[in-house]
């Protein structure tokens, strides 16, 4: 019988130990830092290769659409950058032009794409114009705006014209290239 009054006595003492050992534990895992670790800021957060992406607009519509072999982007930074970047631009699902380079980078909060090695835009031809193209060693193209633009030598050529600049500004709602400098043009009908 003392025994048992023993063992009564202690299964209280043993259930106060066994929450407050409990309690301690929940505490001490509540207050573990979840956070990851900090990341190299040199060093790619992601790689993808053969990569597509498309954005559609509020109807459905194909809006533009980005193809590139390789795709990185660093930790913290806004800017994806791109080796042989295709930017293919859409108007209500019909294709308005097509930029093809190098290399580039693309900000996805400010929509511009950036290319920086041997880019050509090219304006698909319509019932009113044989096709364009833009070459140049480096090109902005704002897609929110539509406008292409380049402060580096440039040239375009539209069916057998072309014509040489130091830099343009392209808006494709307007169907309006503007040189930026004093230019040589060929014209051939």
Do not use: C
């Not at 290769?49 to 193809?67: C, N, V």
């Not at 140049?136 to 440039?154: G, H, I, R, Y």
């Not at 392209?170 to 009908?189: D, E, F, R, V």
Request: charged share 25%; glycine share 4%.
């Amino acid at each position: 019988m003392n025994r048992l009054l023993r063992s009564h006595r202690l299964f209280p003492v043993l259930l106060i130990g066994l929450t407050a050992m409990l309690t301690l534990w929940l505490d001490q895992i509540s207050r573990w830092d979840t956070h990851k670790r900090d990341l190299d800021p040199d060093k790619p957060e992601y790689v993808a290769e053969h990569i597509t992406a498309t954005r559609y607009d509020p109807q459905g519509k194909l809006q533009d659409r980005m193809i590139a072999d390789r795709m990185w982007q660093y930790p913290s930074k806004p800017d994806a950058f791109f080796e042989h970047p295709e930017l293919f631009q859409y108007q209500q699902g019909v294709m308005q032009y097509h930029v093809i380079g190098d290399s580039g980078r693309y900000n996805n909060k400010t929509r511009q794409a950036y290319f920086d090695k041997k880019v050509t835009l090219i304006k698909p031809a319509d019932s009113k114009q044989p096709e364009t193209r833009l070459q140049s060693s480096a090109m902005l193209v704002d897609t929110a705006k539509n406008v292409a633009s380049s402060q580096a030598p440039s040239v375009a050529y539209q069916g057998k014209s072309e014509a040489h600049s130091i830099g343009f500004v392209y808006q494709q709602q307007l169907g309006l290239l503007n040189l930026l400098s004093k230019t040589k043009i060929i014209y051939a009908k």
